[in-house]
C-alpha cells in the first residue's frame, strides 16, 4: 500500500529540518576545556618554526606559553629580556588606564645539533648548542625569540610526545 504524496512531504521536511537542527547544533562553538588545545592553537606557527631550524632536529615540546614566562624563561637562560617600547613623551597615550593585550604566544622547542651560526635569529649570549626554543606570536605567525641552549632549563621537560610513536611507526 503506498501513502498519499501530502503525507510525505511534511514528513520529508521535517526530516530536512532535523538535519538541519543537527548540522548547525554541532558546528557550533564549543565550550570547555579540550586535551589538545594547546598543541591546535599553536598549530599555525609550526611551519616556521621548522623554518628557524632549517628542518633540522625533532620537535620535542610544543606549548602555550604567556609573555611572563617567556621573560622568566629568557632569564633562566641567561638572557636579559627586552624592554617594552616606551610611547613618545610628546604624544602620550590616549588611554593610559587601559590595558594592552598580549599577543598569543607559543613555545616551541626542537632538539638536535644547532653550531654557530646555524640560527641567525637566536638571542646572545648562547647562540649554539642543542636545543632551540622559540617563542613564536600565534596570529600573523612571528618571532618573538628564539634561544639556543644545551639544556633545557628546570620544569621544561617534554613529556609524552605523539611524534616518536608517528616517527617510528613509519
Known amino acids: ?11 520529508a521536511l521535517v526530516g530536512l529540518a532535523m538535519l538541519l537542527a543537527l548540522t548547525v547544533a554541532c558546528s557550533g562553538p564549543r565550550s570547555g576545556a ?4 594547546d598543541i ?14 632549517h628542518d633540522q632536529g625533532t620537535l620535542t615540546l610544543i606549548r602555550r606559553i604567556n609573555q611572563t614566562d617567556a621573560d622568566a624563561l629568557a632569564s633562566k637562560l641567561g ?3 627586552t624592554a617594552p617600547s616606551q610611547p613618545h613623551p610628546r604624544h602620550p597615550r590616549p588611554h593610559p588606564a587601559a590595558q594592552t593585550r598580549q599577543p598569543k604566544t607559543c ?11 646555524t640560527i641567525t635569529s637566536a638571542s646572545r649570549p648562547a647562540v649554539a648548542g642543542h636545543y ?13 625569540r628564539v634561544l639556543v641552549s644545551n639544556r633545557l632549563p628546570p620544569g621544561l621537560k617534554p613529556g609524552f610526545s605523539p611524534f616518536k610513536i608517528l616517527k617510528t611507526a613509519f
Do not use: E, F, K, Q
Open 107 to 117: 613555545l616551541i622547542v626542537y632538539h638536535g645539533n644547532y653550531p654557530p651560526g
Open 79 to 81: 638572557v636579559t629580556p
Open 1 to 11: 500500500m503506498t501513502s498519499p504524496r501530502w503525507l510525505t512531504a511534511p514528513a
Open 40 to 53: 591546535s592553537a599553536c598549530a599555525a606557527v609550526l611551519p616556521l618554526a621548522r623554518n628557524i631550524v
Open 132 to 144: 632551540a626554543l622559540m617563542v613564536l606570536r600565534v596570529r600573523h605567525a612571528s618571532i618573538d
Open 34 to 37: 579540550s586535551a589538545t588545545s
